[in-house]
């Protein structure tokens, strides 16, 4: 869901480019000071992910190979994207590591669409729990179409999130913008869900959350026409959410089923460390979340403390140009 | 070259690369830490001014090597499972804690922080301001004590028992669980030694940068005549502003050299009781002997290039000193490579089954010329900084009006090429103790061998070619990068800090305060 709108806001560099390097970077500033905090979550997620499933993770990280290979160069170069764009004063430069952030936007969403899409429709894993598909294999159609969902709908919530966090003639183009991804993102996320429901959900439950999700989205065209711009970012933010769970709660009690003989499949229960050790994250989480939730929290209202004292119209942008300017005097002395 | 090389390949030049940056941000957080605080409470405004540069002079090239540390970071985690996998299921009940443990507990914490420190110039109270750069030095110095107590569960497995049903290891209650991997007596001894090891790296950086320019403005000053007003600021950038950097350099170097040596001879006397083949093959100690020696210069015979011993021949020796550094005993015996591996092939047995079920002849030595070298390097690299600390306080002697700059370009370039040195003494330490333990990828307690894996066990089932893709990508990504961050740091140093402004009547400089008005 957070990395949902970096990579959204990052796709929009390139609805922007005609505007040039500056209000690209206006663009990208609205992520500047949360986007790496977003990036921590998908590491830790991982880490969990090897602690609390280890041969989940074993299974999929072997077996998306090169999908992982290709996400990890975006999620390296992404990285230095954000670091390093504002390094050097020059146009060419930061037009260089545009070309990174809108590469950066679109391909993580992709390629975490099409490794969701074979997850949930499963793959073959041969007795060793080794995954026999191959590359052009995971290209499915089924695949294919939750890449696209996944990039529409990024890209739907990180204009409304722009939206929210920008001024001017750019919060007008991300308005118009998001009124026209709201129908393709409607058209192919329906498709998706029903799809998933119709195929690969076990069980009707599901209906619920994929209900929600589709109504959510629904609800984004008339909110967004009205300008009710929180309103809309809460409908997409819900919509992703609700997906997730219906993807998940369909797939339960499998984490990775095998297609060609359902006894190779990973389920929650043969996947996961022993309970010892899932007792032991568990405390840990439970000490470590609010603690990592208070500070992050507290980061959020130091920035937002200056907004009100200042009584400024425009939260986002303005106080980030503030942030900007500050970090500026402070390590760029020329 | 089997996927199995492959992947041994990608994983040493990823983590090489990964090394290259993360002492630096540790050392350098810790450092910058240091610099804010004494700005922050300096009661002197000459010194507060100072610092407040010099904070912030560190502090841009802080920010660009933290980035890429991230990066290659994310690549060090993912790998366990893509080329690794069979390791991830054999390890991962226990392995993955310590992982797991350190996104929670520190690279929050140094993200998060890091982001506050950046962008909260002057828009927090100053003292805040200040904790937030040492929440991140404490971030990343707990990232590191979390690393290396994944490492050493891998060097010396504790706190884990097998599993004979899985066949997988699995934290065991009754050793202690994940507190015994935490409180693990390898990761107790590794912890100081690494990190003193980025202090190192970070105190070389800071006296090299700040010697460059120390001497450029000391030559100016002396260009433009020291009656001269101009003259007259050169001399101060040189004596006030970079000579105190300087010696804090040299001070960080000193510390850390001292933490070094205790830490690296206790490492050595635990690693002779957990990993003796470690230890043998460091000196090329061949066959079972009393007071051995420490060489300084061997060669091999033909097969110097492998885990041979055949012709090995130690030319300089000083008596004594590898039984000294295993045991503090002068006449210890110690085991030699061959008797070892011998004793291994009984113990472990002389074939092992690969991951397809294949049996495989097993060589219990490590690459000794590898080992032998790289213990060396360590070592002999990390003695360059010791000059450096030397050659800069001399050369910055003396105290209050009598305090010495130089105008030295011997010593000028003497400290640039120092500043890498303590990298390569990093990287060499890190092959040393990851090749050393080989064929092994998690080595069995002595105490209790049942955990164990070797290396060609937990590879993954992928085919070469695939590998192979990876490893040149990363290569090659890697590479440009690493242009690109040379470049930021080379321009981001060789800017400097910007000179003060003194009033001519106070001779105070003009901008005393961390924080800015708008």
Known sequence: MLEGFDFGVQMNVATSWKRGPGTRGTVLRTIGPVWDGNEVWVITGGALLFAAFPEWYATLFSGFYLALLLLLLVLIVRVCAFKWRDKVDSDRWRTGWDVVHVIGGFAPALLWGVAFGNIVAGVSIDENRWVTTTLLELLNPFALLSGLVFVLLFWLHGTLYLTLKIEGPLREDANRWAGRLAWPAIVAGAAFLLWFQLAHSNTWLTLIPVAVAALALIAVVPLNRRRREGLAFGATTTAIAAASIALFGGLFPYVMPAVNDPANSLTVANASSTAHTLTVMLVALCVLMPIVLAYTVWTYRVFRHRVRDEDSPAPGSELLEKAKQGYREAFEQD | ?518
């Open chain 2, 1 to 518: 070259m089997e996927a199995l090389d492959l992947a041994r390949w990608q994983f040493g030049i990823t983590t090489v690369y990964h090394f290259i940056f993360v002492p630096l941000t540790i050392g350098l957080s810790l450092l910058v830490a240091i610099m804010q605080t004494r700005a922050v409470f300096s009661k002197d405004p000459v010194r507060k001014d100072a610092w407040t540069r010099m904070t912030k002079f560190f502090g841009s090239m802080l920010i660009v090597n933290f980035g890429i540390g991230i990066a290659t970071g994310i690549v060090q985690e993912f790998q366990f499972g893509m080329n690794w996998s069979e390791y991830a299921r054999y390890v991962g009940d226990v392995f993955g804690a310590p992982l797991a443990l350190e996104g929670l507990a520190a690279f929050f914490l140094e993200s998060v922080f890091l982001g506050l420190w950046i962008f909260g110039w002057g828009k927090m109270p100053e003292k805040i301001h200040l904790l937030t750069i040492w929440a991140v030095a404490v971030g990343t110095t707990l990232s590191a004590y979390f690393i290396i107590a994944a490492n050493s569960f891998m060097q010396h497995p504790v706190g884990a028992m097998l599993n004979p049903e899985t066949g997988r290891a699995e934290l065991d209650p009754s050793q202690g669980s994940i507190l015994a991997v935490l409180t693990n007596v390898t990761a107790m001894a590794a912890f100081p030694h690494v990190v003193s090891g980025a202090w190192l790296v970070a105190g070389a950086f800071l006296t090299g940068v700040a010697s460059w320019h120390m001497v450029r403005h000391h030559n100016r000053a002396r260009a433009l005549g020291l009656d001269t007003e101009e003259g007259q600021e050169q001399h101060l950038a040189a004596r006030d502003l970079y000579r105190p950097t300087v010696r804090f350099g040299v001070v960080a170097m000193f510390i850390s050299a001292l933490v070094l040596v205790v830490s690296g001879d206790f490492q050595a006397k635990i690693m002779f009781e957990q990993q003796p083949m470690k230890m043998a093959s460091a000196e090329a100690h061949c066959d079972t002997d009393s007071e051995v020696p420490f060489s300084i210069l061997t060669v091999g015979g033909p097969n110097a290039f492998s885990e041979d011993c055949d012709g090995v021949t130690h030319l300089i020796e000083i008596p004594y000193v590898t039984s000294i550094l295993a045991t503090n005993d002068p006449f210890a015996e110690l085991q030699g490579v061959d008797d070892l591996n011998a004793q291994y092939k009984e113990q472990f047995g002389e074939t092992a089954l690969d991951i397809r079920g294949n049996e495989v002849e097993v060589d219990y030595r490590p690459n000794l010329f590898v080992t032998y070298w790289s213990f060396r390097l360590m070592m002999g690299l990390a003695a360059f900084s010791g000059v450096l600390a030397l050659w800069a306080l001399w050369a910055t002697r003396g105290k209050g009006d009598k305090a010495r700059t130089t105008g030295s370009k011997l010593f000028q370039w003497f400290a640039v090429l120092s500043i890498p040195m303590p990298f390569f003494a990093n990287s060499a330490g890190w092959v040393f103790t990851e090749i050393g333990r080989q064929p092994w990828v998690v080595h069995p307690n002595p105490l209790d061998p049942t955990v164990r894996l070797m290396t060609l066990q937990g590879v993954s089932a992928n085919p070469g070619w695939m590998v192979l893709t990876s490893l040149v990508a990363f290569t090659l990504v890697y590479g440009v990068l690493a242009v690109i961050w040379f470049q930021m740091m080379r321009k981001a140093a060789l800017k400097g800090a910007p000179l003060a402004k003194r009033d001519p009547d106070t001779g105070e400089p003009d901008t005393p305060t961390l924080s800015f008005d708008y």
